[in-house]
């Protein structure tokens, strides 16, 4: 008989956790799990899933019009916001009790209530219970963060964007990596007009650059206005704004912490967003204009949710960027804590989460120390268009060894058809010296799903000839990956 109330307690309902304590529990483990908020986490409730099912309904304007070069006899329709936040509202209730039917069947006890550390083996609930446990696993996933910039609370953030009531007209979106973009082509698909700032000089930095390229012009030629190394500088609601002499931009009323700073045990993180946005909001740019929109969204990163869980105060470290920081096999200095996930910062991805739960389950759970394997990581970013990753960019491979660069870029035959200008990119990154292909980059339409595809091979450590052996399948468009026979150049 076990000292503890449990062998594993998950802080954190999101995948990671969620995944963590099914595979535990099928061990023959006692697991518990408690989540403040609603199960699924920030993948099923606020990000992945909504933002996907987003992404088709801002698909279907171009549906219309392409459809009518095929012969169709369409008319544009008008986009229903509440009628298509309602469905996706019911959706996600249905995903929600999915991911708890799943725990309950694996005799998962759940605690719906926020929970924290009180020492390395107890876990206080927010009614003040203590629960001990062999081990604690902290599955807490991130929040949105916003810049320090007075008044930044009048800004939504993602975590807004699947409860809006409404649709904007205009929106300002600050941020130029996977969520700016991402919801960036979501509003505008959606009807709504949509400026984004990025401070530096090209959006999605980190990414190749000629993929990057490609989904900035395609994004602006869709109607995005986009504004590199552009900043906000000041923001107020529009009724408030210095000119009109109300209180302005810094005044003691308008400006507060960010809501995260404020909350302790009991309180709901996941409340962490706008005060306002209930009016228009006017802002000035590090470009010296002033403009008003209905919101201003904040897609500027994501901090690690490791406030108020006592982490600190059991032991464990915290790192320079608000993670919880790991070894190899998610263990934190406190050996019966373990941490996975977006809380941890490695690489913040669902399937990352669900892999570092799997590989603690069987470090710590079936006597198989299993180390995460974060290398090639295929991912894809749904713009529109979308783009598929895996492997080095060109510019890293070449700081790396020296590279062929395999790249095409052309007219897909479904939108050519219907007299669109939209491009696609295929783009082989390959070893001089070894042959191994090191980085693949899709800019298309279906990206994500070829990515998957391209990421077996290039995990496999598959050469350039191997991609070549392989018969094309045609007519596609990723057929181009094994039909690019000569360098573009070598670098
Ligand atoms: P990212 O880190 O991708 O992008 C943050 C952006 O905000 C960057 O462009 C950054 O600029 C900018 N930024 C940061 N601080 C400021 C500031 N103070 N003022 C102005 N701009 C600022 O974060 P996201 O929030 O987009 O996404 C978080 C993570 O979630 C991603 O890294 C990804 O791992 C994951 N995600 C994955 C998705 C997918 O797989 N499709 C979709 C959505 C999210 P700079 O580049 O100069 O640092």
Redesign the pocket.
């Known amino acids: 008989m076990s000292d503890f109330d449990y062998d594993l307690f998950v802080i954190g309902g999101g995948s990671g956790g969620v995944r963590a304590a099914r595979v535990a529990a099928a061990t023959g483990a006692k697991v518990a799990l408690a989540e403040e908020y609603r199960m699924g986490g920030t993948c099923v409730i606020r990000?992945?899933v909504p933002?996907k099912l987003m992404v088709f309904a801002s698909e279907y304007r171009e549906v219309f019009s392409d459809a009518r070069s095929y012969g169709w006899d369409v008319e544009d329709g008008d986009f229903n916001w509440p009628k298509f936040s309602d469905r996706l509202n019911s959706e996600l209730d249905r995903l929600e009790q999915v991911y708890r039917t799943l725990l309950g069947n694996s005799d998962v006890e759940i605690f719906d209530t926020r929970a924290k550390l009180a020492d390395a083996h107890t876990v206080e609930l927010a009614d003040g219970t203590k629960k001990t446990a062999k081990h604690i696993l902290v599955a807490t996933g991130?929040y949105?963060?916003r810049?320090?910039?007075p008044n930044a609370e009048l800004g939504i953030t993602?975590n807004d964007i699947f409860k809006m009531k409404q649709l904007p007209k205009s929106i300002l979106i600050?941020?130029?990596?996977?969520?700016?973009?991402?919801f960036a082509c979501i509003l505008n698909g959606l009807g709504v007009d949509v400026t984004l700032?990025?401070?530096?000089a090209q959006?999605?930095?980190?990414f190749d650059e000629e993929a990057r390229g490609l989904i900035a012009d395609m994004m602006r030629e869709k109607g995005i206005d986009i504004h590199v190394g552009t900043?906000?500088v000041e923001m107020a609601a529009a009724e408030d704004r210095p000119e009109h002499g109300g209180r302005g931009a810094g005044s003691d009323a308008a400006m507060g912490a960010p809501a995260e700073d404020a909350k302790g045990i009991g309180e709901t993180r996941v409340s962490d967003t706008a005060k306002a946005a209930k009016g228009p909001i006017w802002v000035k740019s590090t470009n010296g204009k002033e403009l008003v929109f209905d919101h201003v969204m904040?897609?500027?990163?994501?901090d690690p949710s490791t406030h108020g869980l006592g982490l600190e105060e059991a032991g464990v470290e915290i790192g320079r960027r608000g993670e919880i920081v790991v070894d190899d096999y998610s263990q934190t200095k406190v050996p019966s804590i373990y941490a996975i996930g977006?809380v941890t910062k490695r690489?913040?991805?669902?399937p990352v989460a669900i892999r570092e739960g799997m590989a603690f389950v069987e470090t710590v759970f079936k006597g198989n120390p299993t180390k995460v394997d974060h290398e090639l990581i295929p991912?894809?970013?749904?713009t529109q268009p979308e783009m598929g990753t895996v492997g080095l960019s060109e510019e890293d491979a070449r700081d790396q060894e020296p590279v062929e660069v395999y790249c095409t870029s052309f007219r897909p035959m479904q939108t050519a058809f219907a007299g669109r200008s939209d491009r696609v990119l295929m783009k082989l990154i390959v070893s001089q010296k070894t042959r191994v292909v090191l980085g693949c980059h899709i800019v298309s339409p279906h990206a994500?799903e070829m990515i998957q595809l391209a990421g077996v091979a290039i995990k496999m450590g598959a050469t350039k000839e191997q991609f070549d052996a392989t018969c094309a399948v045609h007519p596609t468009i990723s057929e181009e990956l094994v039909t690019m026979r000569d360098p573009v150049r070598t670098a």
Request: with cysteine; aromatic share 12%.
């Open positions: 990000g992945c933002k991130g949105p963060a810049p320090n910039l993602s600050i941020g130029g990596g996977y969520i700016a973009c991402e700032y990025y401070r530096g959006i999605l930095r980190g900043n906000i904040f897609a500027t990163g994501r977006d690489v913040e991805l669902t991912s894809a970013i749904f994500g």
